[in-house]
Structures are given as C-alpha cells and as structure tokens.
C-alpha cells in the first residue's frame, strides 16, 4: 500500500534550500517519494509559496521569478482541490491555537487520506496530535 504524505506549505518552502533544515527535510520528502509515498499538498499551497516568494525578492532584491521557484517548489507533489468539503471540515476542528490556513491544510489532509502530515509548524503539529493525525 502506497503511503499519502501530506506537505504543508512550511515543509515544501524548505526545498528552497534557504533554511537551516532545508537539506533534512528534502532528503526527507526524496527519500519518501523514491520509497513510493504520494505526496499531497493543498491548493493553498500554492499561493502561500508563491506570495512568499514574492514577499522574499521584495525583500532581498532577489530576481528569481517566484513562478520558476514555484514549480521547482512544487515539483513532484499532487495539488488537491480547496473545496466546500474541506472547508466544513476545518471550521469543524476545535483546536483553539489553530490559524485558519493551518485548519485547511489539516482538513485537506484529513479528507485526503494521508496517513502522516510533514510540517515545521508547532500550531499544527499540536492540532494534528489533537485530532489523530500522525505528524512528522
């Protein structure tokens, strides 16, 4: 059986190669998928990576276009739809220290089947605990 590995927008911007832990987590997600896991990801995640680029070379002067840094970013993950279904699962998790966007990525993951959750953020790590969710 084929593992789901959902990546939320902090673990896919590591593949950037711009953070302390980047080289850890895209051997992570390159050791996963060449061990046959299907990696996820939200819709969401595409404007969340395109505007942190964006926000980036506003920033640091940087020209690397954010739709070139976008699909390298993205490359080899499965864009799952932002849907009605997913955003009545998110206004249903009670998790009080839970943002909104990180409600909608757990809820993607949730109706998607993933059998574990990569991300960097303590909020939604928290939250995946909360609602069963195998996080790394």
């Not at 590995?5 to 673990?11: E, F, G, I, K, L």
């Not at 949730?110 to 953020?121: C, H, I, P, W």
């Amino acid at each position: 059986m084929t593992a789901i590995v959902y990546c939320d927008s902090s673990v896919l911007l590591k593949r950037t190669g711009e953070e302390i832990d980047s080289e850890e987590v895209t051997a992570l997600i390159a050791s996963l998928a060449e061990n046959g896991a299907t990696l996820i990801t939200s819709e969401l995640a595409r404007v969340e990576i395109r505007l942190a680029f964006i926000r980036d070379k506003a920033l640091t002067g940087r020209t690397v276009l954010a739709d070139e840094q976008l699909l390298s970013t993205l490359g080899g993950v499965m864009l799952v739809d932002l849907n009605t279904d997913v955003l009545a699962v998110a206004s249903q998790i009670e998790a009080a220290h839970l943002g909104t966007l990180d409600a909608l990525h757990l809820a993607t993951a949730l109706l998607s089947g993933a059998d574990v959750l990569l991300t960097r953020d303590a909020q939604l790590s928290r939250a995946c605990q909360e609602v069963g969710m195998a996080v790394a």
